[in-house]
């Protein structure tokens, strides 16, 4: 298992004097030993769990989402305290893991599943209710652009498809920007490349980075810098 780790502090004080940091990398470790030794990076935020400001947990959300990792922290409140924050998490479909209580993270989305379903089926037993009214007064049921609807549902996925490829585009080429504003000098395709390989990263696809899918990820941002110019 690949993983990424997370550690919040509420004070500047904290993250200097590393008071509440030992205590969750430790905990994190311990965790970690029984799993996985595979660490892709660590990232640090000083901020209350109250603020959804959180550009630390942005980028290792962004990080576990472009390279499979896991996001582990130490407990669930280091993530935040603020329950539509933690639903929000759990719509980014990354994976996290609180290293206290292994099992809440599952707990917690099998709830909210749970409730999801639940609802779910009240809506499906409402409709099949209100259909069978409507028949029983002698409405025709059905959809004569049952074919349309079936072609819109395709375009539909279809762009989804593509908006999901654009965003995940715009993550890489900021990952790439990050890359090249620490370099010494100016990078090659190739040595960019080969900096995504070894951090982890990899295409849509779930290929290694080449030459060329650097340069299309870079040629498709400049091309929308200069769209929104």
């Not at 922290?73 to 719509?91: C, G, P, T, Y």
């Not at 999901?164 to 990050?178: L, M």
């Amino acid at each position: 298992m690949k993983a990424v780790t997370y550690f919040r502090v509420s004070t500047k004080e904290q993250g200097r004097s590393g008071l509440g940091l030992d205590a969750q990398r430790a905990s994190v470790e311990r965790y970690l030993a029984t799993v996985s030794d595979d660490v892709l990076d660590e990232f640090v935020e000083v901020e209350s769990g109250g603020k959804a400001d959180r550009p630390e947990l942005i980028r290792a959300l962004r990080r576990c989402r472009l390279t499979g990792a896991t996001l582990i922290v130490a407990k669930l409140d280091r993530l935040s305290r603020d329950v539509e924050f933690i639903a929000q998490l759990q719509k980014s479909n990354v994976r996290f893991v609180c290293a206290d209580m292994p099992e809440a993270n599952t707990l917690t989305i099998g709830l909210l599943a749970v409730l999801a379903q639940h609802e779910r089926e009240l809506i499906s037993t409402r409709t099949r209710d209100a259909l069978a009214a409507a028949k029983a007064r002698g409405v025709v049921l059905g959809n004569p652009r049952l074919a349309e609807v079936a072609n819109t549902d395709t375009g539909a996925a279809r762009a989804a498809h593509v908006a999901n490829a654009t965003e995940r585009n715009s993550q890489i080429g900021a990952v790439i920007a990050e890359i090249e504003s620490e370099a010494d000098e100016p990078l090659s395709l190739r040595q960019i490349a080969d900096e995504l390989n070894d951090a982890g990263y990899t295409t849509a696809r779930g290929k290694a980075f080449s030459k060329t899918s650097v340069m299309r990820i870079r040629d498709r941002m400049a091309a929308g810098q200069d769209d929104a110019a």
